[in-house]
């Protein structure tokens, strides 16, 4: 009789921008292998594709094979916040070595981080259009059409995770 239990394998640690703030749908793929039965079941809560919230969440998975045998691993999913990705944003306009410009950038990331840490989410997305402004106004200049597209994109995303 089998009565080994099948090996399951998870993720290390999955990060996911928040998209909303809601948290942010995430995938993520898990496996089992067991020495008898070739297709042992796997359940895991929170299923992939759930939505996230914000932040941290453990996620459980349990294989269990033909015979009964069961395994139970866990795995986090974090999904950054407006703040942490504010900060990633604020990263990439430093690693992009702007001089003034891009210091001017980086005021603006600073203020929506205040303003989110201040529970301001409106005055946050303001700020935010100012920096989109500031980039769309550097396109051709300062930045590339791709670098604007991901400057851009990314402060929308944090428009959208702080709400209307």
Known sequence: PDSTPPVISVPDTVYEDATSPAGAVVTYSVG???DIDPNPTITCNPASGSVFAQLLTTV????????????LKSFDVV??????????????VS????????ASLRDKLEAARRFV???KPNQARDTLSSFINQVNAQIGKAFTADQATELIARATRIQNVLGS
């Open 32 to 34: 089992a292998v067991d």
């Open 60 to 71: 459980t998975c349990t294989a269990i094979d033909a015979a009964g045998n069961s395994a």
């Open 79 to 92: 999904v950054k916040d407006a703040n942490w990705q504010l900060l990633d944003l604020e990263s990439l």
């Open 95 to 102: 690693n992009l070595n702007l001089g003034k410009l891009g």
């Open 117 to 119: 840490a201040s529970d």
